[in-house]
């Protein structure tokens, strides 16, 4: 009864917890209270009348005991009387003297008579006490029965009106020994779980601890038990909160580290890559991809690595190449055998190419490279944040092209190197490099490219090149060459006044097409150099570029600039959000990144300034961004 009576307060507390319901219980309440106090009187009377029934008890039986006694002494006594009237017969004992003794015997035995009756009353008043007594305990019994059932149908009103929620869930050191401190998750909403753990951890078995509204807590398929159940926290888990018939779903990331996933990257004996042609082979495992962002598989596969780039190979943080025995998707990218890591030393954001990436992508240019920034474990080394890319190639699913297309650079570097296939344009400063497929100079194919080109640019810079029919764009493809134009003027790029990494393309029987964009690393105002002016948010710097300045000098082309400038500026907003998000997918990894490389409070060429730290780093680039759109707005206004 007691453990019972408990459990009626515990859940008329919980009863009393539960604020949110929309009725008002608070006089059913005062009942339950008051029939709880009538029932802790009931059950003190209870157990009082059932000691003194006990008492009486035992008091009956040790007075059946006696009279039984007395009974048996009675009969021997009068046996005992009788023995010795007939001695006092035998001895001549007058008459009288008899009498005396059987008046004395009948007086003795109506005396123990009595004594009997009045003991079989007392018992059947106890019998009758002990009646009514049975009578109240199952009235009792009754009401309390009534009152469990209303408990019960009140609970299960509250229950159905729960909402199952997770209030808190957190990583406890004391239950994980490969956590280096307790680590509290953050619930979004009404589904995400994020979770950030320290350090490069080898596996992810740990304990949750968490709280909850609702009856259970299921994490992939299986009950799960607060500080207990161990899960495998690799991939991203789902988590049910449930309560009656309703069920509560949410998905929890467990990050390691900073968040993004992680590559390792082991060559055969642990060499170190030294060359930017010699390929060394070696096993890359992408151990994760945590991000709602990104899905990919966790993939290990064999293939080969060699640095790459120009001015970004001479710097202690290297670029390399990748390309594995066969295709695969890399963080739900397209398959392919050759991927590039840019480590984007110089820019302290390490955001400008996944910027000019952006406005690509949301611009009429055909490709632009997929992009995601890892973590690089290099031989076991940590080599901080590197943005994993497509490398810029013909194929079905990045230069698209066909078989007999052609992909090309315009280079200042090409007509030094051995391997490149260039060729002349009369209006060019510089060279034009086949850079894709691999062709000889006297090939059918080299001749074609070279053509062509050459023919649009002596078009171009013909006397009717403003010819919509025969004119230059009659060769070249407006929507390609005005957007790849506003993408480096806006970000102001060194390189894209047709130096080098500056990209066309060509289909046979098409025209010929800029992009895709490439190697922005040191636009949007992180340039300093000797007669460059490229750090400052004001001035033209590729309009007055051999091609370009020529095609503004088409209104067609000015017009058709000033609306695509426009909606560039109208998408600003949009622009700078995808900055926003990218910053704060990087600011772990960003300060990491910096305890590898110290490059926080250095000036590593060719930086125009040290802002210090990385929100100042990405503070500088938003900046310098907007301040360009509004002077680039003003000059094309006035067009």
């Known amino acids: 009864m007691k453990k019972s009576m408990k459990r009626i307060l515990f859940i008329a507390f919980v009863l009393l917890g539960f604020v949110a319901c929309k009725e008002d219980l608070s006089e ?35 007075l059946a005991g006696r ?167 690799t991939r991203p888990r789902t988590v049910a909160v449930a309560v009656s018939n309703k069920i509560q779903y949410y998905t929890i990331f467990v990050h390691s580290y900073t968040g993004l996933p992680q590559m390792y990257i082991t060559t055969d004996g642990y060499k170190e890559v030294t060359s930017k042609e010699i390929y060394l082979p070696a096993t890359m495992h992408l151990r994760e991809d945590v991000r709602t962002r990104a899905a990919g598989d966790v993939i290990e596969s064999r293939g080969n690595i060699k640095g790459r780039g120009n001015s970004s190979w001479k710097f202690p943080k290297k670029p390399f190449r990748l390309k594995f025995d066969e295709k695969i998707s890399l963080l739900d990218m397209h398959k392919d055998k050759s991927w590039v890591l840019l480590p984007n030393y110089n820019d302290k954001s390490m955001l400008r190419n996944s910027l000019a990436f952006y406005m690509s992508s949301i611009s009429n240019l055909d490709y632009t490279p997929e992009s995601h920034f890892v973590e690089l474990i290099f031989n076991n080394k940590h080599w901080g944040t590197y943005l994993l890319c497509e490398k810029v190639k013909i194929s079905n699913h990045r230069v698209a092209v066909g078989d007999d297309g052609f992909l090309l650079e315009i280079d200042s570097r090409a007509s030094s190197e051995a391997d490149s296939r260039y060729f002349v344009v009369p209006h060019l400063e510089n060279v034009v490099n086949i850079k894709d497929p691999e062709v000889a100079y006297s090939d059918a194919n080299y001749n074609y490219a070279k053509d062509f080109v050459i023919k649009a640019d002596n078009v171009l810079f013909s006397s009717k090149f403003t010819d919509p029919n025969t004119g230059w764009q009659a060769y070249m493809d407006m929507d390609s060459f005005v957007d790849w134009y506003l993408i480096h003027e806006i970000g102001k790029n060194l390189d894209s006044n047709f130096d080098t990494s500056c990209y066309m393309h060509l289909a046979r029987g098409g025209k010929l097409k800029m992009g895709p964009v490439w190697d922005m690393d040191v636009a ?104 360009r759109m509004e002077w680039l707005k003003t000059q094309f206004d006035q067009m």
Request: glycine share 4%.
């Open 28 to 62: 059913y309440y005062d009942r339950l209270e008051k029939r709880e106090a009538n029932n802790e009187l009931i059950e003190k009377a209870n157990a009082e009348q059932e000691a003194e029934n006990a008492r009486q008890e035992t008091e009956n039986e040790a």
């Open 67 to 233: 009279n039984e006694e007395r009974d048996r002494w009675n009969a021997e006594q009068t046996l005992r009387n009788a023995e010795q009237a007939l001695r006092n017969a035998e001895q001549g004992v007058q008459n009288d003297s008899m009498s005396h003794v059987i008046d004395s015997l009948l007086k003795e035995r109506n005396l123990v008579y009595d004594q009997n009756v009045d003991l079989g009353e007392q018992l059947g008043h106890q019998a009758q006490n002990n009646a009514d007594q049975a009578a109240r305990n199952s009235q009792l019994r009754l009401m309390w029965e009534d009152l469990q059932h209303k408990i019960d149908s009140l609970e299960k009103i509250l229950t159905d009106r729960v909402e199952p929620k997770l209030l808190t869930m957190e990583f406890v050191k004391a239950d994980n020994a490969s956590l280096k401190e307790n680590v509290k998750c953050k619930i979004i909403g009404d589904s995400v779980i994020e979770c950030w753990l320290p350090g490069l951890l080898n596996e992810k078995l740990l304990k949750p601890r968490f709280t909850f509204e609702g009856t259970m807590v299921v994490i992939d398929g299986f009950e799960a038990e607060s500080g207990k159940t161990e899960i495998d926290f």
């Open 524 to 627: 949007y105002g992180n340039m300093d150099q000797a007669n460059q002016s490229c750090y400052k948010p004001t001035g033209f710097h590729i309009k007055y570029t051999q091609w370009y300045s020529r095609l503004f000098r088409d209104p067609a082309f000015v017009k058709r600039v000033k609306e695509r400038f426009n909606y560039f500026y109208r998408h600003q907003n949009e622009i700078l959000a995808n900055v926003n998000a990218d910053a704060q997918y990087l600011k772990y990894s960003a300060q990491e990144n910096n305890d590898v490389w110290h490059v926080f409070n250095v000036k590593t060429w060719p930086n125009y300034n040290i802002w210090g730290s990385y929100q100042n780093e990405v503070q500088e680039l938003k900046t310098w961004f907007v301040t």
